[in-house]
């Protein structure tokens, strides 16, 4: 059948536009920093500071304390599930959807009142017990992605037959979890990771609220503050979830032996 | 025959008992770190001060100010969501379904990727840096076309800049959700349609739409839910001068800003029901509209 | 004239030609099918028959009217798909209705039709299902109706039982054509299946790479195919290899053994290689006399198929499959056995090209 393109291509001309333009306006914008002349100079002011490296380096630890924590979580409840507990399938998936539902804030709040340095749990006691708070939360937020990522993963697989071959060979639970199905689902697993670190680098609200030096609460106090630095951490942002997004394509493609 | 059954049933059991030891960590978790706390804010909005149970903060709710703001939040939530899900769907429709160069769809999902996420403090910047003040479009279109869209009354920090400020992540996301069911529409059904004498529109209106409704239901329930939790752009745009209320909620659990702990509680408890009850829509609807569906 | 007439049409995608000059005339109320492997241009000419594809070349006549450049809607057609394609979103009543729905014919019409259709398919009982309560065999049932409930002028088969189970494929291949001829409907069916084809079809039209190699009966197509890819791909086929020993006589030799045609070769000198090709259900067991061939070899394998036992027996180089039917009373015969199998002079098909 015959149809006009004309149509769709002003679509994706009128898409492309819309996002590019404010990419565009910001890196313009952040190159505007001596007067007349377009120079890098917010971004060498920006990544000089001292504030900057700090922040960003304990978001950065963060975000891999949550990748580690969550992938201990999800990998060994998605794998019980679809193997052994099918019937528990609603019941997690709900649950590893709610964060999509429950706003962040409304989360920790709920973390305050039940947490704080009066309470059963003083979590928010001290500052190593806070970042170690931030990090579920963090979990929490990446759950629905970490979980959908690794389930996916899991389905592509024929784990009940990789867990029988393992079984039969002697192994035990956790030597089949590390050593034989974490390897076939790397993929999932890398796609979740990335895309956590991406949601969690840049986070403000629960940083914000838990009082800690993350980067999204840095960046926002350079925003009320300064003028051009922020659209140059903007560009930096985006540069980083761009990476992100781009080492997810590039393991989905380089996977030896996995078809797709 | 029974001798023999029994030990196979015991080790069944045992099996299966390991197995929910095994996700033991995860109920925990999501008991301790997404149930409880949230469970906690909701008793905390029918306690008084000292404990006692009563009504009083969800009457409080109705104060012309916290009507205000939930109402702000409502609408722009609402706006972006339905501008995100029309735009998106059209922006998947024309490029899954559209005939486009096989290069188009790769590309467009990748940005989508990226932007779905770009969200929080440096959108804000994005847009000002855009559509500020002293932004690049708002400069160009005063240079070229003449037109102040300040003075013509546009500022970003409104209902409508903010709409389009959330539109940024909000079409992408819905580029993402709705893709695979675009995909889910077989050739065979339009061929199908048009070999029995009906239309383009008739396909659409008679068979694709019925088929998508229930996923475009949901991803405007997902977008909706989105905008709705959003506080970080916002903020890093307005500072707490912006009566959204996620925003007021901030201000609450930073300072207290109402006054009243447990008003507080019943802010967020008013939250969750505006997610909750959205989703009890969306569940009924789909259920309703998708008999079809095993 | 025929009612539906393909002349000289050709199909381009980009740099490849799937349908290359095709001409195929079918009259009215004729069951043609077009058989071939995949990509042999089959289901594009189909395509191009329902309007989904525009020829490059060519015209497309229904009933003495060109149809070539009108829209799959304006055809008057029926198509049914390989599979699933009904409307999941309705239920059997409402995608039978469909097609006099969209035409706006009113309600009663609308109901008696849909209820005729359902017992045309012996289906009365399932109009308030929606598709995915139906088994495999029942939707392409249901699939079958809808096409015809809009009394369409020709019925479109694109392969439709390819993703059923072998016991439904059989009996659904029977309820088709009972239906087909019920209604004295114009048919193209295309399929893969050489089964089908010869089973179903008035004439069968043998495809390959965008070209028809034989347009025939099924009692032509098989006893008489004329090119080798035909005789390849209809049946199941012996092919010997063999040097002319008498080309006039046609006589040929076969791992050191001798056979002769019943047709000379015409044109073969001695010492040529060739290929010659013997059907399984054309040989017999034992030594014959007269003019029959005879070649001697042993048993290879067995394979009990139930009520077939089919045999194949090693020459030198050469090797032929045979099939016996199965006897309660006498066990198949053994592998390493040594065996003479038999054939009639007529039904050795000498092939066109070299040996491989």
Partial sequence: MKQSRFFPWIGFIFGAIY?????????????????????????????????????????????????????????????????????????????????????????????????????????????????????????????????????????????????????????????????????????????????????????????????????????????????????????????????????????????????? | MSITALPATAARERRITWSWLGILPFILFSLMFLLLPAANLIVGAFQDASGNFTLQNIVNLGQPSIIRSYTLSLQISAASALGGVLIGFALALATILGGLPRWVRPTLMTFSGVASQFAGVPLAFAFLATLGRTGLVTALLFSIFDINIYRGGFNLLSFWGLTITYLYFQIPLMVLVVSPALDGLKREWREAAAILGATGWQYWTMIALPILWPS????????????????????????????????????QIRGDALHDPNLGYALALGMIVITGVSNGAYIWLASRSARWIR | MAFLSIERITKTFGATTTVKGVDLAVERGEFVTLLGPSGCGKTTILRMVAGFETPSSGTIRIDGKDVTDLKPHQRKIGMVFQAYALFPNMTVADNIAFGLKVARKNGAEIASRVKEMLELIKLPQVAERYPYQLSGGQQQRVALARALAIKPQILLLDEP?????????????????????????????????????????????????????????????????????????????????????????????????????????NGASTGDALAVALRPEALSIGRANGSSNNLEGTIDEVHFLGSVVRIRVRFKESAVSLDTFNRPNAAPPERGQPITVNFGREDILVLEGAPN
């Fill in chain 1, 19 to 260: 996002f590019l333009v404010p990419l565009i306006a910001t890196f313009e914008f952040s190159l505007r920093m001596q007067r007349g002349t377009y120079s890098f100079k917010a971004y060498q002011v920006v990544l000089a500071d001292p504030g900057f490296q700090a922040s960003f380096s304990y978001s950065a630890l963060i975000a891999l304390l949550t990748i580690i924590v969550g992938i201990a979580l999800v990998v060994p409840t998605a794998y019980l599930v679809q193997l052994k507990l099918p019937k528990l399938r609603p019941v997690v998936e709900f649950m590893t959807l709610l964060p999509l539902v429950v706003p962040a804030i409304v989360i920790v709040f709920g973390y305050l009142r039940m947490y704080n340095s009066s309470s059963w749990l003083p979590l928010t006691g001290s500052a190593r017990s806070t970042d170690l708070l931030l990090v579920f939360a963090y979990v929490t937020l990446s759950l629905p992605y970490m979980y959908r990522s690794v389930d996916t993963a899991l389905r592509t697989v024929d784990i009940r037959t990789l867990t029988e071959a393992a079984q039969s060979l002697g192994s035990s639970w956790p030597r089949i979890l590390i050593q034989v199905i974490l390897p076939n689902i790397r993929v999932g697993v890398l796609s979740g990771a990335f895309l956590t670190f991406a949601i969690v680098i840049g986070e403000f609200t629960i940083a914000s609220l838990l009082n800690r030096p993350a980067f999204g609460p840095y960046m926002q106090l350079i925003g009320a503050n300064r003028a051009y630095e922020p659209a140059a951490l903007a560009v930096i942002a985006f540069a980083i979830t761009w990476a992100c997004m781009g080492l997810i394509q590039l393991v989905a493609s380089f996977s030896p032996g996995q078809k797709r």
């Fill in chain 2, 216 to 251: 475009l239901l949901g991803a405007f329930l997902l977008l909706f839910a989105n905008a709705f939790g959003a506080i970080a752009t916002a903020y890093a745009l307005t500072g707490s001068s912006f009566n959204i209320v996620t925003i007021l909620l901030y201000a």
């Fill in chain 3, 161 to 265: 039982l390819s993703a059923l189970d072998a016991k439904i494929r059989v009996s659904l291949r029977d309820e088709i054509r009972a239906v087909q001829r019920q209604l004295g409907i114009t048919t193209i069916f295309v399929t893969h299946d050489q089964e089908e084809a010869l089973s179903m079809s008035d004439r069968v039209c043998v495809m390959s790479e965008g070209r028809i190699e034989q347009l025939g009966t099924p009692f032509e197509i098989y006893n008489y195919p004329k090119t080798r890819f035909v005789a390849s791909f209809v049946g199941t086929l012996n092919i010997l290899s063999g040097r002319v020993s008498d080309g006039a006589e046609g006589r040929i030799v076969v791992d050191g053994q001798e056979i002769v045609t019943s047709r000379g070769l």
